[in-house]
């Protein structure tokens, strides 16, 4: 078993910047590649981005550019660093872990990221 402890959410206003952090625990050798998702009210739940222990990364295509995944082996934390925020980035964001999956089997309980004026 994995577990997953996101933090990091809160309020911010737009334009503004939010680092997520989502650090793992249990059965590591299962974390291969650890990513985030997002889901919005009324909406289906979304890849951000992911990245695997050897530093592979891929991020959605409309998130280029404004925000960043990177992984701290040694610590079993992943970040994701989101700047210029915008009012539709509005979601909470659920960290996963799997080894090869899109999503993988594990999920964290997820942390609220609000962008409001």
């Known amino acids: 078993q994995v577990q997953l402890v996101e933090s990091g959410g809160g309020l911010v206003q737009p334009g503004g910047s939010l680092r997520l952090s989502c650090v793992a625990s249990?059965?590591?050798?299962?974390?291969?590649?650890i990513g985030w998702y997002r889901q919005a009210p009324g909406k289906q739940r979304e890849l951000v981005a992911t990245i695997t222990r050897a530093g592979n990364t891929n991020v959605q295509d409309s998130l280029k550019g404004r925000f960043t995944i990177s992984r701290d082996n040694a610590k079993n934390t992943v970040y994701l660093q989101m700047n210029s925020l915008k009012f539709e980035d509005t979601a909470v964001y659920y960290c996963?872990?799997?080894?090869?999956?899109?999503?993988?089997?594990?999920w964290g309980q997820g942390t609220q990221v609000t962008v409001s004026s």
């Open positions: 249990g059965s590591i050798f299962s974390t291969d590649k």
């Open positions: 996963n872990a799997g080894t090869w999956a899109d999503p993988g089997p594990y």
